[in-house]
């Protein structure tokens, strides 16, 4: 994890929904560990009250908790300051017709985080330091961070963002709170793929600068093994939910005459619907639900379930995590072609499909690929491969790390 690099006065803080970290922010847990090694002081800020305040998995770790109280105080003096991004955001929201259900909502984010900003750069924030505020997520916590650093010109804020935070799309109402605010006085925003940051350019261009691709990754160290042709193994690993459209798959499984597994990693509110769906399809097709799991429960899913491919038939995505664990384990994908997922599958990692397709087309896709499939140790080592040139977690968590502690203190 490289040597330690000690400056006293440095301070990366990790604004977080929960510590130990929830399955809103796994990968952290990960991650956090290249942080201890590279600062002298790491600590983690998790808005949750409920929040486990102490972790033997990171000792060296300081805990700030909660303590905010929200009283709505001065409200008339943060819109004198603040008008002119008021006025934006509320502008925003009358453009797309939809203030009357975002609009107290809206402004009533930014008075409380307003509120709780100034609550943190008193309690937690020293003249004599500097600090870096690392976010997970584009969301009201980083909106948080940046009032700090509006506040407090020894701290700047770099945060992570992914799907729901980026795209207007995938948002109940195809828009995305504050997200001209932050990237207008954010210190850096990484999106986790090339298309998020393109989107985000074009969005924004005056603020390129703000705005690079970080991948973020995942490691293992074992190959899933070789999978035998007697009966084609096809692996789906996320929320069940409308955007994912898992309930493509069943009509164009109807279709194949060849012996079929299908296990379904995850649950959500989708999951009824595609029960009862699965119920109905025919003897050679067998459907296993096996629920919610750990990153650690699925790491072993995936390092025993020779799996022929993973499928994913999302309509938006970012960079799903999904995607760059299955190739670190050399299981092919085939997914639509949206959002990052073309930056994991390509001629060497799988099959791109289009984002709109037919039952038989998707059925003749399988059919293809099933027959066709080659079965070399060689093919799944070659995917592995590309995963440790682009996706490898301990070099990409590695290096934003050291990236951050160098940007700390700088003008």
């Known amino acids: 994890m490289g040597n330690k690099i000690t400056q006293e006065n440095k301070e990366l803080i990790l604004f977080t929904s929960g510590f130990p970290f929830t399955k809103d922010e796994p990968f952290l847990n990960e991650e956090i560990h290249f942080h201890i090694a590279n600062w002298s002081k790491v600590s983690v800020f998790c808005v949750s009250n409920s929040s486990k305040l102490s972790s033997e998995q990171f000792p060296a770790i300081e805990v ?32 797309k017709g939809i203030l009357s259900k975002l609009g107290v909502f809206t402004v009533s984010t930014f008075f409380q985080s307003h509120a709780m900003a100034k609550w943190f750069a008193n309690e937690h924030i020293k003249p004599e330091k500097e600090y870096i505020i690392y976010c997970y997520w584009g969301n009201q916590l980083c909106l948080t961070a940046e009032l700090i650093a509006m506040f407090c010109k020894n701290v700047k804020v770099v945060t992570r963002v992914h799907g729901f935070d980026v795209y207007e799309i995938q948002t109940a109402h195809s828009h995305v709170s504050w997200q001209r605010f ?47 042709s007697s009966c084609f193994r096809i692996v789906t690993c996320s929320f069940i939910r409308g955007v994912k459209r898992l309930t493509l798959l069943p009509p164009a499984l109807e279709k194949l005459k060849f012996p079929v597994k299908w296990t379904v990693i995850g649950d959500g509110s989708g999951l009824p619907e595609l029960r009862e769906m699965c119920s109905k399809l025919p003897e050679n097709i067998e459907v296993e639900f096996v629920g919610f799991k750990t990153q650690q429960q699925f790491m072993k899913i995936y390092a025993s379930g020779r799996f022929h491919f993973l499928v994913s038939l999302s309509k938006s995505e970012g960079l799903p995590v999904s995607m760059i664990e299955c190739i670190s384990f050399g299981i092919p994908i085939i997914s639509t072609d949206v959002g990052g997922c073309n930056e994991i ?28 499939y080659n079965y070399s140790l060689n093919y799944r080592e070659s995917i592995r491969k590309f995963w440790n040139e682009h996706f490898n977690s301990h070099k990409n968590y590695n290096a934003v790390s050291k990236m951050m502690l160098e940007m700390c203190g700088t003008n």
């Open 64 to 95: 700030y908790p909660n303590r905010f109280s929200y009283k709505s105080k001065n409200r008339f003096g943060v819109i004198l300051k603040y008008w002119k991004s008021l006025a934006q955001e509320i502008l925003l929201l009358i453009r």
């Open 345 to 372: 599958v390509n001629e060497v990692t799988g099959l791109l499909i289009p984002k709109d397709f037919t039952a038989d087309y998707l059925a003749k896709q399988l059919e293809k690929a099933y027959e066709n």
């Open 182 to 228: 932050l990237v207008e006085h954010i210190g850096l925003m990484m999106p986790d793929s090339q298309a998020g940051c393109n989107y985000l350019h074009q969005k924004y261009p005056a603020f390129k600068n703000q705005i690079r691709t970080n991948y973020c990754g995942f490691y293992s160290e074992k190959l899933n093994p070789v999978p035998d």
